[in-house]
């Protein structure tokens, strides 16, 4: 429920000089059917008025605020926000009068056009702040541009550094052409941050470069591939195992005996070819000595020689006829990508292991002639041969494994070479390319803030602009103004404002006041005459106080002389009873540090009470070191 400023009968403060919290009454709260819609508060200076003053204005505008209005049960009141609640004080008066110089005159700014001066001063004060700012950052902005460390200089002081570090001859060796420093490459060069070394990338790009020519000039994969040697073959210690294996000999007649003599000899293919030749039907005579031989001589003969070769050293020479190892060749057809080098490594490989190969065979062919007599083989060598054989083999497969990879990731190698390049062309800049950098941010930043600065130059120009306009209004009810000052000092031409040139001018007696004749008491009652003026704003005469509004004034006498205070408390008197005739929903509530004052001021509102018996007004309230509060009914 929303209620209006008849329901106010007193107010709660909880701030300045009430810390603890009071509730004032300022209308007759016994009388419900017969409030008081006129209030006077006295209080000595530091008593609190100006704190009330400002509690009443925050219950109007701030339903969250700890000052509020209640009504005659001391129930919360919701006054609406924008209530035609007026508070005249001194802060009223810093606010709505200024008084400035135009060399010789005074020229007097009231209410907006008041505010509107003193937020130029403001806006002033800033655009000289934001000036100065722009000649900084304007500074800046032409050193970066054109200073000796501008970033043109800085740029080519760093393009300089890539160049005589190679830049370009390192390019041109992926590309086969050297390039020229786009700006495009320029900026890859600045990007190409690297904690590396600089020897670490030259290694690097060095291994890279020889592996991407190398994949350019094969153009395509190469399909070849060398088989490892099976090492099984080439069991040493088997080998050593069969050559030094011993066969149990025959028990031998002499012809044997001297048939053994031979095999172990060495001769042992002469017993064999013996038996071949004395197995056959054809023959009838020995080979040797042409002497006849008998069917019987001969199957004697075989008989003993085969029981020389026996079964098991039959057997014995069938693995050593298996044990004899063919030599290594050297695979056909080696591509030409394959490095002559690692060519070379593994020829002279096969020929070791071939020289190892041929050692073997002839100890086999040893004891092939002597099978009765074990071989001692020693260290062969063969498999420390047939790995090294390996080992170049695998070295080549590597390789071409390698190059068909490089190959197959070409372009992506030649983009790894070309950051490996700008990496080192930027450890050869870096310095500078910092240095660069830092102008570079610093010269952004000025540029940001110069638009920002011209952005907010144009806002406060543009808003200097509107309140200069309000300057120049001259919509304020300077007759009315007028009459207020005339009912001050008893005199129309004492002190009154003068249109012109679209601001007011103060006259005293027909002539220009300076503003250093302007006292503050004249200051005091050129405001409190314009608060009164402020209500008739867009009003038709005679209506001025139409609406309903709640006006507290807080020291409206002070500063005056006696001639003036008498004057003023005559202007009191017709606006308050203008007030409260004009709507009887408005409220008047008057304080004062002055005794005096509030005499007067009783005699004003039984004046006004006797005018029309309808308006409740005397009521009394005291502020002291202890909150008294009087009332005295109509």
């Not at 370009?168 to 390039?179: C, D, I, L, Q, Y």
């Not at 494994?401 to 197959?408: D, F, Q, W, Y």
Request: aromatic share 6%; proline share 3%.
């Amino acid at each position: 429920m929303t209620n209006s400023l008849m329901d106010i009968r007193s107010v709660r403060v909880s701030s300045g000089s009430f810390p603890s919290g009071a509730e004032l009454e300022l209308f007759n709260a016994s009388k419900p059917d017969k409030p008081h819609r006129a209030s006077v508060v006295f209080g000595r200076n530091g008593s609190g008025k100006t704190t009330l003053a400002n509690s009443i204005l925050e219950a109007v505008n701030d339903p969250n605020a700890p000052s509020c209005f209640l009504d005659g049960n001391s129930n919360l009141l919701a006054i609406p926000k924008g209530s035609n609640v007026r508070v005249f004080s001194e802060a009223y008066i810093r606010e709505k009068v200024q008084i400035e110089s135009d060399g010789l005159e005074a020229i007097v700014m009231l209410g907006d056009q008041a505010v509107a001066q003193r937020r130029i001063k403001d806006l002033d004060t800033e655009i000289v702040r934001l000036g100065e700012a722009r000649a900084r950052y304007q500074t800046r902005k032409d050193e970066s541009e054109s200073g000796p460390k501008s970033l043109e200089k800085l740029e080519k002081k760093a393009k300089d550094c890539a160049k005589n570090g190679g830049w370009a001859s390192r390019f041109a060796k992926v590309e086969g052409s050297r390039p020229s420093l786009t700006a495009q490459r320029w900026e890859s060069i600045c990007s190409a941050e690297t904690n590396n070394t600089r020897d670490e990338l030259d290694g690097e790009y060095s291994r890279l470069l020889e592996k991407y020519k190398r994949a350019d000039a094969a153009g395509s994969t190469l399909d070849w591939n060398i088989s490892e040697v099976d090492l099984g073959r080439y069991d040493e210690k088997k080998l050593s195992a069969l050559l030094s294996e011993e066969i149990d000999e025959p028990r031998l007649t002499e012809r044997e005996e001297r048939l053994i003599a031979l095999t172990r000899c060495g001769d042992q293919g002469i017993v064999e070819k013996a038996r071949e030749v004395f197995s056959s039907d054809d023959t009838t005579r020995c080979p040797m000595c042409q002497q006849g031989v008998s069917p019987e001589y001969k199957s004697s003969l075989v008989s003993s020689i085969l029981k020389i070769l026996s079964k098991e050293a039959e057997e014995y020479r069938g693995r050593l006829d298996r044990a004899v190892l063919a030599a290594l060749e050297m695979p056909p057809d080696v591509p030409p990508q394959v490095s002559h080098g690692k060519v070379d490594a593994l020829q002279s490989a096969i020929g070791l292991a071939n020289a190892a190969i041929e050692k073997c065979n002839r100890l086999i062919e040893q004891r092939r002639g002597s099978l009765y007599t074990p071989v001692p083989a020693g260290d062969l060598g063969i498999e420390e041969a047939i790995a090294g054989v390996n080992a170049a083999i695998e070295i080549i497969n590597n390789d071409i494994e390698a190059l068909n990879s490089a190959v197959v990731k070409k372009g992506e190698l030649k983009g790894r070479l070309h950051r490996l390049n700008d990496e080192i062309a930027w450890i050869d800049a870096r310095e500078v390319i910092a240095e660069r950098r830092a102008v570079a941010e610093s010269l952004e930043e000025a540029k940001a803030e110069l638009r920002k600065i011209s952005l907010e130059h144009e806002r406060l120009s543009r808003e200097r602009d509107t309140e200069e306009a309000k300057i120049r209004m001259t919509d304020i009810a300077v007759d009315s103004i007028n009459g207020y000052l005339a009912t001050i000092y008893f005199d129309a031409r004492r002190f009154r404002l003068v249109a012109s040139d679209g601001v007011y001018k103060i006259e005293s007696n027909g002539k220009p006041v300076e503003p250093k004749h302007i006292s503050t008491g004249e200051r005091n009652a050129l405001a409190l005459c314009y608060f009164f003026s402020e209500s008739g704003t867009n009003k038709f005469k005679g209506s001025e106080d139409s609406d309903p509004q709640y006006l507290i004034l807080d020291d409206p006498v002070s500063s005056f002389d006696m001639e003036n205070r008498i004057g003023t408390c005559s202007l009191l008197r017709e606006r308050i009873a203008h007030v409260l005739r004009s709507n009887g929903s408005s409220r008047v509530t008057v304080m004062t540090h002055d005794a005096a004052v509030v005499a007067e001021l009783e005699h004003i509102l039984d004046d006004i009470h006797d005018e029309f018996k309808s308006v409740k007004t005397s009521s009394m309230t005291f502020l002291s070191s202890g909150i008294v509060q009087l009332s005295r009914t109509s």
